[in-house]
């Protein structure tokens, strides 16, 4: 990876199903996330995907990206933007913004993010992971 490089973006259509998978994985049971009946009189309108399930999209972009690098040294700081609905296409993206080498080991920033398919974000921010000293051959 150099500067400028883009991150491999994920496309996922978010379903039910899986809102459902992650509130009974996360231990989240808000009924806005699975009550149609509740969901409707908020002002959203309808059921509503976890912002961690989404930011989730995001992570396994990071991790595509950097591998192990990622799970052990990656971390992040986002702003959710706007609601994603059960049936919404959302599209990860992500590009280098900023690498710094120090002792040999490779420090990268990269602008990250999620969009539907009307290209709104709907999450982003920064995401950062480092490359030990042995790996930082493969990041110029």
Known sequence: MKLGDA???ISKVV????????????GDQNPL?????FAASTHFGRVVAHGMLVLAYVS?????A?????LET?????RFRAPVYPGDRVVTFGEVVKLVEEN??????????????DGEEVVNGEAWVTIPNENSKDVT
Not at 15 to 26: G, N
Not at 60 to 64: D, K, L, V
Not at 66 to 70: A, D, K, V
Not at 74 to 78: C, F, I
Request: aromatic fraction near 8%.
């Open 7 to 9: 991150l491999p973006s």
């Open 60 to 64: 396994e972009m990071m991790a595509q």
């Open 104 to 117: 040999g080991d490779v420090h990268l920033t990269c602008f990250i993010g999620c969009r539907n398919e």
């Open 74 to 78: 990656g971390g992040l700081k986002t």
């Open 33 to 37: 996330h699975q009550d149609q009946a």
């Open 66 to 70: 950097f591998g192990h690098h990622w």
């Open 15 to 26: 379903i039910q199903e899986d809102i459902k998978t992650y509130a009974d994985a996360s």
